[in-house]
């Protein structure tokens, strides 16, 4: 079983402030990584892929990959009110199948 | 970015019935569909991926004759819950990929089974 972990719980910021989210995998095998946005009630939307170690940024997200040490974090910087979601991180592996973490409750504080 | 749509968006049914989902893609061609169940406060689980023209593949421990899967074309994959119970109540998405990093989820579909 492919296992993606997130283990924080609800992560609560004051806004114009870094988030900051963390996501572990099992399978090194993996090379694809991404963070979904999901809204209460909605589909996931996807904000961040990383396929390579190091730091990708893309606006106001930055997703780090450390595939030696199998972690994934994504950054927010300037936290928005539109920002407050649920984050999940998911890891691609054998047939292009994406296994997702349980998520993270981001929560920005106006 | 490419479009998936998914029909119906909510539905509510008896127990002991069954209800076909549709997924489709709209502007693109989708040889693979994946269907996923996300029970409330957890995460997306995949449940099976549907080939066009060949059977579904399904994750272990998901039942085959309960959840069946129908991808007739590119650009439409069923899913069918059969014989519904209270347990089966979820939010049931599909995705269509356009290659090994990029899936497009669609909105999802409520169940509720009575």
């Known amino acids: 079983q492919k296992e993606v972990e997130q283990n924080s719980g609800p992560l609560s910021v004051p806004e114009g402030a870094i988030a900051s989210l963390n996501c572990t995998y099992s399978?090194?095998?993996?090379?694809?990584f991404f963070w979904y946005r999901q809204y209460s009630g909605k589909s996931p939307e996807l904000i961040m892929s990383?396929?390579?170690?190091g730091d990708k940024e893309d606006g106001r997200f930055t997703a780090q990959l450390n595939k030696a040490s199998q972690y994934v974090s994504l950054l927010i910087r300037d936290s928005q009110p539109s920002d407050s979601a649920t984050y999940l991180c998911?890891?691609?592996?054998?047939?292009?199948?994406?296994?997702f973490g349980k998520g993270n409750q981001v929560v920005v504080i106006p | 970015g490419a479009v998936v749509s998914q029909h119906p968006s909510r539905v509510i049914c008896k127990s002991g019935t069954s209800v076909k989902i549709e997924c489709r893609s709209l502007?693109?061609?989708?040889?693979?569909m994946f269907w996923y169940r996300q029970f409330p406060k957890q995460s997306l689980m995949l449940m099976a991926t549907?080939?066009?023209?060949?059977?579904?593949?399904?994750e272990q421990g998901v039942e085959k004759d309960k959840f069946l899967i129908n991808h007739a074309s590119l650009t439409l994959s069923t899913l069918t819950v059969t014989s519904a119970h209270p347990e089966d109540s979820s939010f049931y998405i599909c995705?269509?990929?356009?290659?090994?990093?990029?899936?497009?989820f669609g909105p999802g579909t409520r169940l509720t089974v009575l």
């Open positions: 995705s269509a990929g356009q290659g090994p990093n990029t899936q497009y």
């Open positions: 399978d090194r095998g993996s090379q694809s």
């Open positions: 990383i396929y390579s170690n």
């Open positions: 998911a890891a691609l592996y054998g047939n292009n199948r994406l296994a």
């Open positions: 502007d693109f061609q989708a040889t693979t």
């Open positions: 549907s080939n066009e023209g060949s059977k579904a593949t399904y």
